[in-house]
């Protein structure tokens, strides 16, 4: 999606309404099904002092079964509107391939409007859970749109008074290579660590969620300052779920089939560039394009928003450095784990995985 607004962005594409709210819904089923995963397949244990979901559903076996149909919602929005429920196919510059017919959404919403009730029991029982006391000294940045909780379209902003366009990132957003990873690092330009995601959303666009996804935040005690205490992010992405199915549904209940599934292509573009940030369910996700006339890719740059969050992973494990120095390794390596687990960083990354070493002196 990134990619298509980039190049769109870079020919003077303008998609229609309708294919803007596909997309939107596109991006419902990949944030339901993304963070609803990590909530309790991955983060969830952590908290309850389990080794992984297996245990967690032998303890707590209906909270387990109802994520899991709140994830299959998810996948079942993704698969019926992208062609398969993992990395779509059906997307493409100006819209779709093929635009779904109006009964094949509308037999989606049983399913969603069950799971959107699932999604307010699965946040209450999170919002239950102990939370450890942290609160950093970081820069929250999203991307925001003055009428709608941000997706795809809108300026970048920060909690520090950011404000750019997609085509100004660049001059604010630099990666760095740190001898100790072979990740690069994004920081903003002289502004030191900045944080993407779930918890930048909320506080910068807390406001745009829709009555019921605050009803449910309002009830699990979520507040836009939530975003300063990290291990207080799987009750943002709680909140995120419940908007995301209450968006779909709107969207679906509201959905008339467009006459075209895409705008028309340009034949023979001139010589651009095009920039794009859409909200990956992770954070803020970057792509920019050098275009040769005719539409030749001879430059590309892509800052995914785990590169971004790196630094306050980092931040927080060294201030974590002597609580884990006081504990068993085994402890700290699991503490150490959970403090990486609430950035989401990706599914490899946030599982059983951390090599600790301690050097006592």
């Known amino acids: ?12 594409m303008r998609p229609g309404a309708a294919v803007r709210e596909l997309r939107r819904l596109l991006y419902c089923g990949e944030w339901i099904e993304s963070h609803v995963l990590h909530m309790v397949m991955l983060h969830a244990p952590d908290f309850l002092g389990v080794p992984d979901v297996m245990t967690l559903a032998a303890q707590a076996p209906e909270r387990v079964r109802g994520a899991l149909r709140v994830k299959k919602a998810g996948n079942a929005i993704v698969a019926r509107l992208g062609g398969r429920e993992i990395h779509p196919v059906n997307v493409r510059l100006g819209g779709f391939h093929r635009a779904p017919e109006v009964a094949e959404l509308r037999g989606l919403l049983p399913e969603l409007v069950a799971a959107r009730e699932e999604a307010e029991a699965l946040l209450d029982w999170c919002a239950g859970f102990p939370f450890p006391r942290r609160e950093r000294d970081v820069e929250l940045v999203a991307l925001c749109h003055p009428d709608e909780y941000a997706m795809n379209q809108g300026r970048w902003r920060s909690t520090r008074g950011l404000d750019v366009s997609a085509d100004e990132v660049e001059t604010q957003l630099v990666e760095e290579q740190v001898p100790w990873s072979t990740a690069l690092h994004g920081r903003l330009r002289g502004r030191g660590v900045h944080l993407t995601g779930p918890q930048a959303r909320l506080a910068l666009s807390f406001d745009r969620l829709s009555p019921r996804a605050l009803a449910a935040a309002a009830r699990a ?6 975003g300063l205490n990290p291990f207080r992010s799987i009750l943002a992405r709680g909140v995120e779920v419940v908007y995301a199915l209450d968006e779909a549904v709107r969207i679906i209940e509201g959905y008339v089939k467009p006459a075209e599934a895409a705008a028309d292509v340009p034949g023979s573009p001139p010589e651009s560039r095009g920039c794009a940030i859409t909200e990956a369910p992770r954070g803020s996700l970057y792509h920019r394009y050098d275009l040769a006339e005719g539409g030749v890719i001879r430059a590309a740059r892509i800052v995914p928003p785990t590169t971004q969050n790196l630094p306050a992973i980092e931040d927080d494990l060294r201030g974590s450095a002597r609580i884990l120095a006081s504990l068993p390794e085994d402890a700290a390596r699991a503490r150490a784990e959970h403090a990486i687990r ?20």
Request: proline residues 5%; aromatic residues 8%; hydrophobic residues 35%.
């Open 1 to 12: 999606m990134s990619s298509c607004h980039a190049i769109e962005a870079a020919w003077g």
């Open 342 to 361: 609430n950035y989401d960083p990706c599914i490899s990354c946030a599982t059983h995985f951390l090599k600790l070493r301690v050097v006592r002196s």
């Open 221 to 226: 005690r979520v507040t836009p300052r939530d």
